[in-house]
Structure formats: C-alpha cells, structure tokens
C-alpha cells in the first residue's frame, strides 16, 4: 500500500515564505514524478510545479514561476515546495500528487489528502 502526505501549510503574511513537504511511503519500487497541484475555493484544480525523479526536469505553472521552487529527497521519497514572495492568492489547499509503481502492484496515481496555505494579514 503507498501513502502520500503533505505537511507544512499554515497562515503566513503576504510577502513571507513557506516550505510544504510530500513523502511518499510503502512499498514502492519507483517513482516517475511528483507534482503539487493546488485548489482555491470556488476554482479548479490549478497545476503548480512538477519534478522527474532525477531531479533533471522540472516544470512550473506560470502563477509561481520564479517565486516557488520544488526540490526533492530521493533517499526520503520526498519532494519540497519553498513558496516565497506568497500573495493573498497563492491560498489554497496544495495537493501532492505522484505517478509511481509499487513493489505488488503496475504504475499509478497516487493523491495526498492536501495542506492549506493562507496568505493574509
């Protein structure tokens, strides 16, 4: 069984930084790609960074691009968005999601349960 977790959301003021983290866990033998999506009341889902596994690719929505940053610990199956210069509309529950094969079972898509980010003073 995977399981994929996010942590890290909370209140912050506008202008400040905040680091959200994803782990994946259980029996996973690979993982392809991890992205954070994120969703704003009464909005659809918007996609907002992606990285390879590699680390070699990575892929932002034009929103974040040059204020967020998405790393990842491949040791950790983990994956970090460093979020600065946040705005009242970077709010929104930020969702993990990830495209993997596990030991027991094919490749899948697997969703975190989302962190709330509030940007507001």
């Known amino acids: 069984q995977v399981q994929v977790v996010e942590s890290g959301g909370g209140l912050v003021q506008p202008g400040g930084s905040l680091r959200l983290s994803c782990a994946a866990s259980?029996?996973?033998?690979?993982?392809?790609?991890m992205r954070w999506y994120r969703q704003a009341p009464g909005k659809e889902r918007e996609f907002v960074a992606a990285?390879?596994?590699?680390?070699?690719?990575?892929n932002y929505g034009d929103s974040v691009k040059g204020r967020f940053t998405i790393s990842r610990d491949n040791a950790k199956n983990t994956v970090y968005l460093e979020m600065s210069s946040l705005k009242p509309e970077d709010t929104a529950v930020y969702y993990c999601?990830?495209?993997?094969?596990?030991?027991?079972?094919?490749?899948?898509?697997?969703w975190g349960q989302g962190t709330q980010v509030t940007v507001s003073s």
């Open positions: 999601n990830t495209i993997l094969t596990g030991n027991w079972t094919g490749t899948n898509a697997y």
């Open positions: 259980g029996s996973i033998f690979r993982i392809y790609i």
């Open positions: 990285i390879s596994w590699s680390g070699v690719n990575t």
